[in-house]
């Protein structure tokens, strides 16, 4: 079985479940989660209302998400990869993009801001659970692929973990 075919067997398993609009409009709510704004939205909060070290924490959240907001578009443009239902006529797709597949910005996002939070709070493994469940409505939604899925969950890691050590230092989180 070759790499493609895994992927669209796992796609078709995600996006052909049950489809009702109350499912549908969970599965775009949560995938919400996943949105840049969402991310800047927590930040703003932290630093409203998290203290001394909850306005350190919003720094670094600022700061890695639009430094991977930057990676995930060039590599985007880079890829090129199209987006399922740009090549599959039969997914069940709700909702379009205007960019492309690989990676899955929505998990970046997401792995990066639990990432973070998890590192800063504790519970990473609780909070790295958040990313896979956003993944899983992108494939619900028939917005990419599994492999975009992963690959963004890997790329979110290595920028959240190289990010996360970078801005610590400099906004002097030594505590965390």
């Known amino acids: 079985m070759s790499l493609y075919s895994l992927d669209l067997m796992i796609l078709y398993f995600f996006n052909h479940l049950i489809h009702t609009p109350l499912l549908d409009s969970i599965m775009i709510c949560i995938s919400y989660g996943g949105l840049l704004y969402f991310g800047l939205f927590v930040a703003l909060l932290l630093y409203l209302f998290g203290g001394l070290k909850g306005k350190r924490v ?43 597949s690989f990676p899955s910005g929505h998990t970046v996002n997401m792995t990066v801001l639990s990432y973070i939070l998890g590192k800063s709070y504790g519970h990473l493994d609780l909070f790295l659970i958040c990313p896979l469940i956003i993944g899983i409505t992108r494939l619900y939604l028939g917005m990419h692929y599994p492999s975009d899925v992963l690959g963004a969950y890997i790329i979110g890691l290595l920028l959240a973990f190289i990010c996360f050590n970078i801005f610590s230092r400099r906004f002097k989180i030594n505590n965390i």
Request: contains cysteine; glycine residues 4%.
């Open 58 to 100: 919003s720094k670094i959240l600022v700061c890695s998400l639009l430094v991977s907001f930057f990676v995930i578009e060039i590599i985007k443009l880079g890829v090129m990869r199209p987006r399922p239902y740009d090549v599959l006529s039969s997914l069940v797709v709700i909702g379009h993009e205007w960019d492309y």
